[in-house]
């Protein structure tokens, strides 16, 4: 058996130096300036530098630089692209999740859905481009198709196997408290599975994130993907190497809100609170 | 005699696959009654709880409650887990009032219920966590509480301060019987070790394995609150010892 002992209050040692800001810094600071030193070495190589990069970003924002077709598109794009990657996010979750609980709790749907979303599961998005463009259309359509297909996966996959891996004591806790079979599923079914099925939400927000590029190469005339598109054709790899940045951060800051949500939401779960 | 709220009537399990878990089980509970069932893994004192819960089914015989055969689950019947078995996503207090809610109480009356039993069960301070931050025995106390709350007239304890510590074990015991005394409540209570069936129990029934059956029971006359290491206590000791050991010497002869 073991003893339960009082847990020894935090750390009470005399003030330490919290290194946790260096320790993340270190990394990031230490690519940017390889990748500074390996443009500074070959001057005129194809991947440009980036100071060209920063200005790039600069021009992408605020214009007044080159004064092209990419000055001043930033915000234009990345609109069209978050507007694209929440709502075909939002209609894979809104496909995913009860498909995964019915999957997940009852066995007719699972013996005839199971195997043909096995088979469909390991097809690349970028697969499903040529098909997409035929069924939908060049444009917004099919990018969102892709986007969305992209996302359905993990959401789907995440929500059955939390709604299947319920502890089996919470049934018998319900029941003998006087909860009917019917109603199990409303009162410890859904809220038992709702940690799984966030993480199958943020997995899925952030493959949007991830397909999005893929997504705008349907021929849609704006978005992050559909500038770094145009970009690469024209050779600009500084606005190539921006727009990755963009999305790195974009995708970052969406994963960011979603967590702070779900640490509100989900106080009571050790693994979210 | 009192009627019995609770009777088992020959009553067997046999498992698919024919594994006999429990043989001809008769065993009368009489309201108030604390009734501890002891015995060695595999002599079916588990079976038989979770038969009277109603989470398995009966192959032989009838389980009756206040004269009515058990068919399922149900309030009338509380079932305190060693595993605590408390919703993780509710607070303490809403733990409690689950089953009023769930038996259609509105909200305001169970939550006020709930409140009776956070208090009863000392469980203030946390009425606003979530069981994750509570230790084991606090967590037995909200799955004591939530069976109180539910107006249960049975509590079957499936071994319950089994994953406690010593001390908190001790504490426990000390307040089921305070409890119990104050409720009328009827229980029975699953458990392995002999001192905490005498010291608890006003009948002790004791089991053994291949196949599970009842082969004794033994009524406790001690004054409560009772004293483990009094010489009284210790000839009830000896003396279930024997019956638990008869049988495991004639099970190797």
Redesign the interface.
Known sequence: ????VEALPPDTAPARIDITPLLRIIVPVVLLLSWWGATALHPGGLISSPQEVGTALWDLAFGGINDDAFSEMLLPDLIASAGRVYGAFLLAAALALPLGMLIGRLRIVKEMLEPTLQVLRPVPVTAWLPLSMIMFGIGPKSAFFLVALGSFYPILINTIFAVRSV?P??F????????SPA?LFT??VL??S?PGMFTGLRLGLGLAWVVIVVGEMTGVQTGLGAMIMDARQLSRTEIVIAGMAIIGVAGYLSDYAVLALGRRLL????QH? | MVEPILRAINTGKIYPGGIEALRNANLDIAPGEFVCLIGASGCGKSTLLRMI???ETVTSGQIVVRGRPVT????D???V?Q?Y???????IRKNIA??PI??GKPKAEALATADRFVSMMGLDRFADS???QL???MKQRVAIG?VLA?DAQVALMDEPFGAL??M?RERLQEELLTIWRATGLSVVFVTHSLEEAIYLADRVVVMSPGPGRIVAGERIMLDRPRDVSSPEFNDIRRHLASLLHADHAREAA
């Open positions: 058996m073991i003893a339960v502890e004591r919470l018998e806790a319900a029941q003998m408290l006087g909860v109603r009162k410890v809220p038992a709702l106080a009571w779960s050790p609170g | 819960a109603g989470f399922g689950p149900g309030p019947r509380g079932m887990f595993d078995g408390l919703f993780p996503w509710l607070t689950f089953g769930a038996r979530y069981p994750h230790s084991g025995g939530r539910n510590d010593a908190t």
